[in-house]
């Protein structure tokens, strides 16, 4: 069974321009969770999608936006990119809301140059 | 306000030894906890859980302790090996709510 999946590996980009980040998570999961990891920093919880809506979101600023598509998978927007949008971007999937554990991908890379 | 918080930034054991690392947490809504390890660049990977009905869950070399009312709880890994090595993080969700993750630990187990 495939686990989430997250696209680019890797994402080199220059401030100011967007950023877009996606993730399918596994199947027959429908909550998708993004967090961030700056460098050194733990996880910090950017959004929580379920079901095709917005259930949670972190303390960052408004132009970290996504989406989450009938087929459950995620993007997650960044626009206007500064230079400490540098991190790693990692999605995890669950299976609705239940109480159980969330799995996660192998991140996204995003340099802000 | 850190409502999940891993006091010790880095453990160090000698291989075969019990790892023990520490969470506690100040959200008394707080139901359910998790442990992740995570190596470098790449994703957290899930360890063991265990809701708040129980103080204990058992899955091979991983124990997970809950302490309710002193809001801890801990991962303790028998014996430790080599490639245990890496930053474990602690999460804890409330009913309906993300999953609030810890700052980690660093666990360095030497040979």
């Known amino acids: 069974e495939a686990g989430v999946t997250q696209s680019p590996t890797h994402l080199i980009k220059t401030r100011g321009q967007q950023a877009t980040l996606r993730c399918s998570p596994i199947?027959?999961?429908?909550?998708v969770y993004w967090y961030q990891q700056a460098l050194g920093l733990g996880l910090q919880f950017l959004l929580w999608?379920?079901?095709?809506?917005?259930?949670n979101r972190g303390n960052f600023p408004p132009r970290f936006s996504g989406r989450q598509f009938p087929n459950y998978s995620s993007e997650l927007n960044v626009n206007a990119l500064e230079l400490e949008d540098s991190a790693l971007y990692l999605c995890?999937?669950?299976?609705?809301?239940?109480?159980?554990?969330?799995?996660f991908g192998q991140g996204t890379r995003l340099t802000v140059v | 306000d850190q409502q999940v918080k891993q006091n010790s930034p880095s453990l160090s054991v000698q291989e075969g030894r019990i790892s023990i690392l520490n969470c506690d947490y100040t959200n008394s809504m707080f139901d359910y906890f998790l442990w992740y390890k995570k190596y470098p660049a790449e994703g957290p990977t899930f360890l063991i859980s265990i809701s708040s009905i129980k103080d204990k869950n058992e899955d091979g070399r991983f124990t997970v302790f809950l302490n309710k009312s002193a809001k801890h709880l801990s991962l303790h890994i028998v014996p430790s090996q080599p490639g245990d090595s890496a930053v474990y993080f602690c999460a804890a969700s409330a009913e309906g709510q993300n999953f609030v993750f810890g700052p980690g630990t660093r666990l360095s187990v030497l040979p």
């Open positions: 999608y379920d079901e095709g809506e917005e259930r």
């Open positions: 199947s027959g999961h429908t909550s």
């Open positions: 995890a999937s669950s299976l609705g809301r239940l109480r159980v554990e969330a799995f």
